[in-house]
């Protein structure tokens, strides 16, 4: 990577020109001429100055995800050339959102460790945006996440509808249902992801569309506490039926609406870096556990 790049990336990591001096052992001054050779070149300031430091613009952050693409690219194709077997070794870092933390993304990669077992998981568990920002920025090889639209910014791998179960205790009043709708659970006190996901997004509109007042007895981030409501008391948790997580003492019950049609689980890798076939491997055991759950 060119000097200039890499002062660039450290300033921006430390938001400061001292401290990303003091790590590259220069004088601040000779790190900040880079930085402002660098801005004049491009035409367009990448920092923000303020008196506690220096912060990103939009055009710092591309730049930004730019290098960190170009420095992962570089050590992948070093990596590969310098292994005897590049299937067999080095890591693969995948970010997903918590539902496909719990058994998903963890079969997928067992399944790709019996047979790369010199590879080495990293699994990131952060919100839906997060997980797709870290394959954009070269911090994730993989996200494993659901999307709303049309992604561009990505390579979307594998893409599909995954059903939303109404989960209640065992006895449950609906809990000999084949199926439900949004009337039948809104009888009930409901635990739901929090405003912001996209499957509460889907929620809000489905009721306001059937023109239902639900009551929300608890919302919540975490997948186990939603779970554990509706084991404990007499209401309903909406949970997407990922298989091969359904816990015990609870029915899953299939909720029927058009409006969660639009909402897919997906498997995203960065554009335009070809996966390694590690990657491969874990992309191929994900899209067969995600095509049984759909």
């Known amino acids: 990577m060119p000097s200039a790049l890499t002062y660039f990336c450290e300033v921006a ?11 590259q052992h220069l004088a601040a001054s000779a790190v900040s001429r880079q930085i402002a050779k660098l801005e004049r070149d491009i035409g367009v300031p990448l920092f923000a100055r303020h008196a506690r430091g220096m912060t990103l613009t939009e055009a710092g952050h591309r730049l930004l995800a730019h290098a960190r693409r170009h420095e992962v690219e570089s050590s992948t194709l070093i990596a590969e050339i310098r292994s005897v077997d590049a299937t067999e070794h080095g890591s693969v870092t995948v970010a997903c959102t918590e539902g496909f933390s719990q058994s998903v993304v963890p ?3 067992a399944s790709v460790h019996r047979t790369h077992p010199s590879v080495t998981f990293t699994l990131d568990v952060v919100g839906p945006d997060e997980a797709s920002r870290r394959v954009v920025d070269a911090r ?5 996440t659901f ?11 594998h893409s599909v509808t995954v059903p939303i179960c109404a989960v209640v205790a065992l006895g449950h009043p609906l809990s000999d249902r084949a199926s439900v709708d949004l009337a039948d659970i809104c009888v009930y006190p409901l635990a739901l992801s929090t405003t912001g996901s996209s499957q509460r ?3 809000d509109a489905g009721i306001r569309l059937e023109g239902l007042s639900p009551h929300v007895g608890l919302q919540c981030e975490r997948l186990a506490p939603i779970l554990e ?9 909406l949970v997407s039926d990922l298989g091969g997580d359904r816990k015990s003492g609870l029915t899953y019950i299939p909720l029927v609406h058009p409006v969660f049609a639009q909402r897919r689980a997906e498997i995203h890798t960065m554009r335009g870096r070809p996966p390694s076939a590690r990657i491969v491997a874990l992309i191929d055991a994900l899209t067969d556990i995600l095509e049984a759950a759909g």
């Open 13 to 23: 990591r430390t938001g400061s020109v001292t401290e990303a001096a003091a790590t």
């Open 107 to 109: 079969r997928a990669m």
């Open 140 to 144: 994730a090889d993989v996200a494993v």
């Open 147 to 157: 999307s709303l639209g049309r992604r561009t910014d990505v390579t979307v791998e």
């Open 201 to 203: 997004e889907l929620f």
């Open 229 to 237: 409501f509706a084991r404990s008391s007499d209401g309903v948790a």
